[in-house]
């Protein structure tokens, strides 16, 4: 196999529990010799990484998607025995990992490991957000950890995700591929039937390692590039959809995270279940993508997922917060840039619809379609594990609107603008530090604060209608 040579820099690799967006002070690389054959639906790669000082020690056992056997693996140029066994891996979309063992207990500080290991990802049979996880002749969508483990990772399955850096990293597939990193694109070649894409990242977790290839077409306005397929309505919506995300990150960078070192931005159509958001890389499933012009969800979902990194505070998963500021965050604070773009009108009538959606559905084990809802908690009680389970529910997804809606409301609109600015410029996030927060901008509202958080109360006073009127 001809393969192309990649250098990884990795940001506190093996620096253990951190908090979600939180990289280690010690510095470990990785090179990385990596093939894709959507025809064959496979991957081949050589990983060679260097420890920094102190971190060799706690290397001996490593991770990769369940498809993957590991060849070889040498320590410091010479072939070195180890183990390698099926495990359940919840932190992988087929639910099992590869879990590869080192016959030579703690490694010396100077370690050089190189792991060389191939095989297949095949589409899992799970439900989003990771259904379409896949290596086919369709193209090629990996993300890293919590999706398919695409190299190695050295963390236990569900513990904190971390930054890494990336200083290069090249990809080599067939030239009717495009291929798509996170980060920004260095440079591109294209010989004898193969194209190699060389990128650079900085400060990403590990879990938004996104690869995405298919037969793109490629649309660019300034920073944005839009990667459709060859349709009609595909290339139709992809000018609208520059546009657009041109307003929104304006909007995003000046009034959140304004050091989110998003500098460009990469939209890309992506199969069902494929709406997600991974640093600067934001896929839109092809029915959105497509129904860009006719209706109005495709901009709140191309807006929802481009507000992600400029809302992203470092949060710990065990903390009573995560889910609200990994989903809920983002699930409101892209409106007000919507409200600037479409006016207040339509986001006034949007904020009552979806208190009526939220009215109808509050305490019903189903919705009118017969769906079965989980069983109704207060929005500071979804833990990480209950995430997707929440995520696009009346709770997560509408109360936590409401919510942000009223501070809005009564902090008035310079209030929550700094409120705003405030919470996003944060280095750490907790349950106790935001609930300051809000009652530092909202005082003589605690209870109010409380009940929103901590209750599955909606009295009249929280109300944006009468309650006759719903």
């Not at 109360?399 to 410029?425: P, Q, V």
């Not at 509202?445 to 009249?460: G, I, R, S």
Request: glycine content about 6%.
């Amino acid at each position: 196999m001809t393969r192309s040579l990649a250098l990884l820099t990795l940001l506190g690799l093996l620096a253990g529990p951190l908090t979600a967006h939180c990289s280690g002070g010690d510095h470990s690389s990785l090179m990385l010799d990596v093939e894709l054959d959507p025809a064959q639906n496979s991957l081949s790669a050589v990983a060679t990484i260097r420890f920094s000082p102190g971190l060799a020690a706690s290397a001996s056992v490593f991770y990769l998607h369940g498809e993957l056997v590991v060849d070889a693996v040498t320590l410091n140029g010479q072939p070195v025995p180890f183990r390698s066994k099926s495990v359940l891996y919840e932190s992988d979309y087929s639910m099992v990992a590869r879990k590869i063992t080192i016959d030579k207990g703690n490694l010396p500080a100077d370690a050089v490991l190189s792991v060389t290991y191939s095989g297949h990802f095949s589409p899992s049979s799970a439900r989003s957000p990771s259904d379409y996880m896949k290596i086919g002749p369709e193209g090629v969508f990996l993300r890293a950890y919590r999706y398919s483990l695409w190299f190695p990772v050295f963390l236990e399955s569900g513990r904190d995700s971390y930054l890494v850096d990336f200083e290069m990293v090249k990809f080599r597939i067939p030239d009717d591929y495009t291929l798509v990193f996170v980060g920004e694109k260095l440079n591109e070649e294209t010989a004898n039937g193969f194209t190699t894409s060389t990128w650079t990242v900085n400060d990403a977790p590990i879990h938004d390692l996104q690869i995405t290839a298919r037969k793109f077409q490629v649309l660019t306005r300034g920073n944005v590039a839009v990667y459709h397929l060859d349709a009609e309505a595909s290339r139709s919506a992809a000018d609208s959809i520059a546009d657009l995300s041109t307003e929104l990150l304006r909007y995003y960078a000046a009034n959140y995270r304004d050091n989110s070192n998003i500098s460009s931005v990469n939209v890309l159509e992506m199969p069902q279940y494929g709406d997600i958001s991974a640093g600067n890389m934001i896929g839109i499933s092809s029915e959105t993508f497509r129904a860009f012009r006719e209706e109005d969800y495709p901009k709140r979902t191309i807006a929802h997922e481009l507000v992600h990194p400029f809302v992203a505070v470092p949060v710990k998963r065990a903390d009573a917060v995560y889910s609200l500021a990994v989903e809920g965050f983002p699930s409101y604070f892209h409106l007000l840039a919507l409200s600037e773009i479409d006016g207040s009108d339509a986001y006034d009538d949007f904020l009552r619809r979806v208190e009526h959606w939220y009215v109808q559905n509050k305490g019903a084990s189903e919705d009118q379609r017969g769906n079965t809802h989980p069983p109704e908690i207060p929005l500071l009680e979804i833990s990480a594990e209950q995430l997707s389970e929440y995520k696009d529910g009346y709770i997560l997804w509408g109360r936590s609107k409401l919510f942000f809606n009223y501070l809005l409301r009564h902090m008035g609109g310079k209030d929550f603008a700094r409120f705003a600015k405030t919470l996003f410029s944060r280095d750490s996030l907790t349950e106790e530090s935001f609930v300051a927060l809000c009652n530092q901008f909202l005082p003589g509202q605690e209870d109010q604060v409380h009940d929103w958080l901590y209750t599955n109360a909606y009295p009249e006073n929280f109300r944006l209608i009468d309650s006759q009127q719903q």
